[in-house]
């Protein structure tokens, strides 16, 4: 009688078969997915660039939005542009009380000009900064009986009040009408502006005059860095002209520690003419500024 005999295949073949086999079937559903959906094959890039854009998005933002708050608070443009001195703000009660007094000599200003038959317009401030340890600022009225209308205040002891007093630029030419402001009080006026250009830390003030075209500037510096009673307008000397000037076109400003102005060669005329900035330098020698270079 015959007998028959079978193999029998060892388990750990079988789990290996196993695997094998589920492999193969996983590999075979992933296949028909991407025929039937090509697109979910870039679902992953496409979530993880759409991710990206989103955060990017994101946080732009908040950075636009802080830069507007930080722009708001140094709208003054002693801050804005070349000021290395510690600006007062509006609200602290030593502005406060600057502002006030201001406004008192303002309204005595303005009576005087009534009387003079003068059309006054008002009058323009610095920023307060600190020079030293002292809050210092200047003013220009547009209209003062004496004829002295920029003023230089100190708060010296918890007191404010004037320090120096100068005329208008001596450079500056007289209006035909005695009524028309000599610095600009209009809303597109830079306003007055502080720098630190003397490289003697005391601050310099630049006031905006009215003219036609262009925004000059007259200077006023600190003659001495241990008295708050000495200032008087920088003379300009400009290359090839031997009477300096203290009134500086065009569109005079503070560029770090110098000054910016435009030269127009008003060919064919000032509003096509050919421009290039003049950079200007302290000379404490003649407590003045040159071109430089």
């Known amino acids: 009688m015959g007998s028959s005999t079978s193999k029998k295949i060892p388990s750990g073949t079988k789990v290996a078969l196993g695997f094998i086999l589920a492999a193969i079937l996983v590999v075979i559903v992933t296949l028909l997915v991407v025929a039937i ?3 979910s094959a870039n679902s992953q890039n496409t979530t993880t660039s759409h991710i990206a854009n989103t955060s990017t998005t994101t946080t732009a933002k908040p950075l636009s939005t802080t830069t507007s708050a930080i722009t708001s ?5 002693a801050t804005a542009l070349a000021s290395n001195f510690t600006e007062i703000a509006t609200s602290n009660p030593i502005a406060v009380k600057f502002s006030a007094l201001l406004a008192k000599i303002s309204d005595n200003e303005a009576v005087a000009a009534k009387s003079a ?7 323009i401030a610095s920023p307060i900064v600190i020079d030293g340890s002292t809050p210092v600022a200047l003013a220009a009225f547009s209209y003062d009986p004496s004829g ?30 005695p009524s028309f402001p000599w610095m600009i009080t209009a809303n597109y006026s830079p306003g007055i502006t502080v720098g630190d250009v003397t490289n003697n830390s005391t601050p310099t003030f630049m006031i905006p005059l009215s003219f036609a075209d262009n925004i000059p500037g007259s200077f006023v510096i600190q003659t001495s860095s241990t008295s708050m009673t000495n200032w008087q307008y920088a003379n300009f000397y400009q290359s090839g002209i031997k009477t300096p000037t203290n009134v500086l076109g065009r569109d005079a400003k503070f560029a770090n520690s110098t000054i910016v102005s435009i030269y127009n060669d008003c060919n064919p005329d000032c509003a096509s003419g050919h421009t290039a900035n003049i950079y200007w330098i302290y000379d404490p020698k003649i407590m003045g500024f040159v071109e430089e270079g």
């Open 37 to 39: 959906n090509p697109s």
């Open 73 to 77: 608070q140094i709208a003054s443009p």
């Open 117 to 123: 038959g003068v059309t006054y317009h008002s009058y």
């Open 148 to 177: 002295l209308n920029v003023k230089i205040f100190a708060d010296q002891g918890g007191s404010w009040s004037i320090v120096d007093q100068l005329p208008r630029p001596s450079d500056l030419s007289a209006p035909v009408d």
